[in-house]
């Protein structure tokens, strides 16, 4: 239920208002950036502060730097045929990268005793007998060629005349466009390909008429026929980062290969106008679209000319469609000349297809749509709209999505009532749409619709940051409503936009609320937003002990409160039984659905990621961020997207684990309150602060910290635990530990045991196992599962100097997916084992910590840093070496580890002495970890 979590679904990418175009979604009004830190492309991060001052990004690129397509097995396949002189003929639609897959080719298998001719073939050079062939053809008569009246002869003429051009060198004859040829030249290609005098290279145009030569010279074995595909998704992400230098959000990216359908020439002119028109843009380190992205001048004509000399009855059926696809076959037949359908199929610009009883009709390419809209005028427009509403009222609407597009027709093309409007706000808004929906309701409300229209209005502006009005029209809702539904109803938004916007908690007004209805599920739906902001306000324990979270076995929200607080708490046997009642076996099947509420979906994903189940909760939540239903889930792939980060990190992908904490924030900052946008930056600064980058983690922190949020005690030792890697990746290991045992004492305080056996862990990580064993074995006395048994065992046994253990930790933990912390283990034990003498069982150990550390994303804590140099030193050297060489002087390692500046001194000096180094100069070498290729 969306009501959980509040209402901030993240609307698709915005359109224009004109026309049915209005039936794509319309992104809000933009809002200043939360956004945390973000990878580059050079795998470095900018925070946000530097975004804003104009840092951070690459250069916006020139269209003249735009990289090529790898084509990897094509190209090898084309060469390959070159280089055995069979010929290639590649295939595919017009802008797939036929020709410069060709010239690549050529480039790869041209020796230099090869003759090359390129040719272009064109409608003009068609109109010419071997015109295209001119360039190395006898010109007439005079020079002795023959009459073209003899063609035989005139064709056996040519043959020689290339024969005798090419003498004794290799001839590739490169045709572009090869659908083209006139019938002479494709005939004499064909000819000089059967004789072996050329090797022929061509590119032909999916879809089109192609002269029977050419088609012959692949059937018939004298050519190796490639089909060049439209790009995938994952390719144009590939190539999207190349020429961005940095990552791209992946609505973005699938927005881009929606439009363009694989296509690299449309795809490189939509990303050449978006970043002109401003529309591509940097956000926090990753690019996004903001609002609607057209096409260019030279895409427009390139699309243009593919749809080539139109009839005016062929012409009407593509605005139709352009405005209101997909139609049906028989509306159509009510709009436009039915035979320009059956033409402009034959074309290869439309497309039909059988849906159920019926044949639907759209646009070949989504581009054809974006030229056909630039010509349609705004007052014709309308009446086009207009025309269209009527003609599929008159057919009768069939499917839900059909109300949309009926009312969106409306709104442009006016004669809509009240009830359709309003039916459109609905729909709207369960697509994410608030922009949309705000229009449709307030539409709605001009043609006399009442409650819901109103109150969908005020959710819109809500999300939309809109505050103050929202804060004004609820009231006066408030004031109106009058059955238990719409009192509770506008009482849940009161509560969305007073909590999830600015963190305050208006238990009064729902328990207002509560006492004034009797209708038992309104009841509870207002009972689980006190839930919920209990367990984030007051810490699990207090809420689970106050009673405002009943452990139901119900699938409501409220149970997932439940779960949440109970895990947090670690009684993972109680969460389980309540996510899945052991007699209810359908519930067990379908445990890796997500079908319910997104508040169990989080539930359920954090009940797997604190068994250990890592791999699991990874596939579970990895289905979730990609579900593409209709309508799509912001709610569910926020909360999967958050949830993945935190996987990550326990995984040890901090890289993984930073872009998906930023995407989490993009999908809430648009339209969506302060208090959701902020739980990426907590992930996303431990992230980069296990790659090292503290300056980096320091800027998200500060810019959470700026947000003046209340502290989520829900997830309480978060924070605190990311301001720990901050301070040891700028080797402040004293801070460090400050940090995360306050970390761990809040934990303890509030009932967040998870995070603070996750806390004491990390105390254990950084070198102080001692002071975490004792409190992480009887936190592990309290928590269910096998995971935080391995957290205590690791301290156990680096407290203990105990390396069988630690090999056996490791074990565990890569078992569970946990690949750093099993590094890290085997890491440990490495150590002991050197000082031990036992050198060959401890290079043993260390290989494979190196072997699972390379998968760790460039992760580095101080258990894989350096381990050669740790079997020398002492944990107080080896603390003072490590600052060292982060660049801290004596003075500033003495203050911090309160020491005196003579004991610092001494450290280091027999740390020189046992690395055999003369000073500071060589220490970073010294001491960089040798485990790892990374």
């Known amino acids: 239920m969306d009501e959980l979590l509040g209402i901030f679904p993240r609307p698709l990418p915005e359109s224009s208002s004109r026309g049915t175009r209005i039936s794509v979604p319309i992104q809000g009004a933009a809002r200043a950036s939360v956004a945390p830190i973000q ?29 090529t397509v790898d084509r990897v097995e094509e190209l090898s396949q084309l060469s390959e045929a070159v280089r055995a002189k069979r010929g290639a003929v590649i295939l595919g639609a017009a802008g797939v990268g036929k020709t410069t897959l060709a010239r690549m080719g050529m480039e790869q298998a041209a020796g230099p005793g090869m003759w090359v001719v390129r040719f272009a073939a064109t409608h003009a050079s068609r109109q010419l007998p071997f015109g295209v062939m001119a360039s190395i053809l006898p010109l ?88 060049l595909r439209p790009l995938t998704e994952a390719s144009i992400e590939e190539l999207l980062v190349k020429i961005l230098g940095a990552p791209v959000e992946e609505g973005s990216v699938r927005l881009l290969a929606s439009r363009c359908q694989g296509n690299p020439m449309f795809l490189r002119e939509l990303v050449t106008g978006a970043l002109e028109a401003g529309q591509l843009v940097g956000d926090g380190g990753i690019w996004r679209i903001r609002g609607e992205i057209h096409p260019t001048f030279r895409l ?64 070949a390419h989504p581009m054809y749509g974006d030229v056909v809209r630039a010509g349609i005028s705004a007052i014709r427009e309308r009446e086009m709209a207009r025309a269209l509403a009527e003609a599929i009222e008159a057919a009768g609407p069939r499917y839900p999505q059909d109300t949309l597009r009926l009312a969106a ?54 999300v939309r940051g809109r505050t103050e009005q929202a804060d004004l029209e609820l009231a006066e809702l408030a004031s109106q409503a009058g ?55 007051r810490g699990p324990r207090t809420a689970v002990k106050a009673g405002k979270i009943p452990p139901t076995n119900t699938t409501g929200p409220i149970n997932s409160a439940a779960v949440l607080g109970r895990m947090r708490m670690g009684r993972l046997d109680d969460a389980r039984k309540m996510l899945i009642p052991p007699s209810d076996s359908r519930a067990t099947q379908t445990f890796y659905g ?55 990190l326990e995984q040890g992908r901090p890289l993984s684990a930073l872009r998906r904490a930023h995407e989490a924030t993009l999908i809430t ?18 992230a980069l602060a296990l790659t090292g980058q503290g300056r980096q983690a320091a800027d998200a922190l500060a810019a959470l910290d700026a947000l003046g949020l209340p502290p989520n005690l829900l997830l309480a030792s978060d924070v605190p635990r990311a301001q720990g890697w901050t301070a040891a990746a700028g080797g402040d290991f004293a801070l460090a530990r400050l940090r995360f045992e306050a970390a761990a004492d809040l934990g303890e305080e509030v009932g967040d045991l998870m995070g603070a056996a996750s806390a004491l862990h990390d105390l254990a990580r950084i070198g102080y196992a001692r002071q975490a064993a004792s409190r992480l074995t009887a936190l592990a006395g309290q928590i269910d599962g096998d995971f935080v048994q391995a957290r205590a065992g690791y301290a156990v046994a680096v407290a203990d100097r105990n390396s069988a253990e630690l090999i056996k930790v490791g074990r565990k933990f890569e078992d569970m997916g946990a690949i750093l912390y099993a590094a890290e283990s085997l890491a440990d034990a490495s ?104």
Not at 606 to 634: N, T, V, W
Request: proline share 3%; charged share 25%; net charge neutral.
């Open 594 to 648: 997500f079908q319910d509420s997104v508040g169990r979906l989080l539930a359920r994903a954090a009940l797997l990621l604190y068994e250990g189940r890592l791999a699991d909760a990874e596939k579970f939540l990895s289905l979730a961020y990609l579900d593409r239903g209709d309508p799509p889930s912001a709610h569910l792939k926020f909360v999967a997207a958050c949830a993945l980060a935190n996987v990550h």
């Open 409 to 462: 027709l409306r709104l442009v093309g006016g004669g809509g009532g009240a009830d359709l409007l309003l039916a459109g706000a609905v729909s709207s808004r369960a697509r994410h749409d608030h922009a949309l929906a705000d229009r449709f309701a307030r539409a709605a409300i001009e043609q006399g619709a009442g409650f819901e229209a109103r109150l969908i209005a005020a959710c819109a502006a809500h």
């Open 39 to 67: 990878p580059q492309g050079s795998g470095q991060v900018t925070s946000g502060s530097e975004l804003s001052r104009g840092r951070g990004l690459p250069p916006r690129p020139a269209v003249d730097a735009w990289p």
């Open 831 to 934: 150590v002991l084992l050197r000082r031990d003498g036992m050198e060959r069982a401890a290079a043993a150990e260390e290989q494979k910590a190196a072997g699972l550390l390379d998968r760790c994303e460039g992760a580095s804590t101080p258990p894989v840093r350096a381990t050669a140099a740790r079997a020398r030193l002492t944990s107080g050297e080896l603390q003072t070496a490590l600052q060292a060489s982060t660049g801290h002087s004596d003075k500033q390692i003495a203050r911090a580890r309160t020491l005196s500046v003579r004991t610092i001194e001494s450290q280091l000096y027999r740390a020189y002495e046992k690395l055999g180094i003369r000073g500071r100069i060589e220490l970073a070498e010294a001491l960089k970890d040798r485990s790892s290729s990374t």
């Open 140 to 227: 007439g008569s005079e020079d002795g060629a023959p009459s073209t009246a003899d063609q035989g002869q005139l064709l056996r003429c040519h043959i020689g005349a290339v024969m005798q051009a090419a003498g004794s060198r290799q001839l590739l004859l490169f045709v572009d466009d090869a659908q083209l040829l006139d019938d002479g030249s494709a005939i004499l290609i064909h000819q000089l390909a059967v004789m072996r005098t050329a090797t022929v290279l061509a590119t032909v145009r999916s879809g089109e008429m192609v002269p029977n030569p050419v088609t012959a010279l692949w059937k018939d074995g004298l050519a190796e026929r490639i089909d």
């Open 483 to 537: 059955s238990d539904a719409e009192q509770a109803r506008v009482a849940v938004v009161r509560f969305n936009c007073a909590f999830y916007r600015r963190g305050e908690t208006r238990f009064a007004l729902l328990y207002q609320v509560i006492n004034t209805i009797s209708d038992q599920f309104w009841r509870n739906e207002l009972l689980t937003r006190i839930a919920f902001a209990e367990i984030v306000t």
């Open 300 to 363: 427009v004509d390139l699309v243009a000319m593919r749809l080539g000399v139109l009839s005016d009855s062929e012409r009407v059926l593509l605005e139709f469609l352009a405005l209101g696809e997909p139609l049906e076959h028989d509306c159509l037949d009510r709009l436009a000349d039915p035979a320009a359908v059956r033409n402009l199929e034959r074309k290869g610009l439309v497309t039909s297809q059988v849906d159920g009883r019926r044949i639907q009709v759209r646009l």
């Open 669 to 686: 900052q648009d339209d969506a309150g302060e208090f959701f946008a902020s739980w990426g930056y907590a992930p996303a600064a431990q």
